[in-house]
């Protein structure tokens, strides 16, 4: 289904403005990440791209939509987050298949010698 213009405008002004508020409350001192709401808002609204549902770890709209939330538990971590630089976390330094892709496990969570073939997201 595609999205009429005036509900994606719509969508991103108030998800920035959103993300920009919640910088200005709790991103203080040295987790500072914008000069100020305009700077914020125009980066938000005109440098990067809003994303696709899968996107929410790219640097995209909607991954600052999901950092935003928790910024207000750890300024320190997730200020970085809602940020131009997207603070290692809303980055496209990977393609979606090497994301999902990636080996996150030392160990298996597949009971010993049973479907030693289903292993694939262990790092060896």
Avoid at 40 to 64: A, M, P, Q, W
Wanted: with cysteine; charged share 20%.
């Amino acid at each position: 289904m595609e999205r009429s213009p005036n509900t994606m405008l719509y969508s991103v002004d108030t998800l920035a403005r959103t993300i920009c508020n919640t910088h200005e409350q709790y991103c203080t001192g040295s987790n500072k990440q914008y000069a100020d709401s305009s700077t914020c808002y125009d980066f938000l609204t005109k440098s990067i791209r809003f994303g696709k549902s899968y996107e929410l770890g790219r640097n995209t709209l909607l991954c600052r939509e999901v950092h935003k939330h928790m910024v207000q538990y750890r300024p320190d971590v997730h200020c970085s987050h809602i940020c131009p630089s997207g603070g290692g976390n809303c980055v496209d330094d990977m393609s979606y298949s090497q994301t999902v892709l990636q080996k996150y496990f030392n160990d298996s969570w597949i009971p010993f010698g049973y479907g030693e073939d289903q292993n694939v997201l262990l790092q060896r």
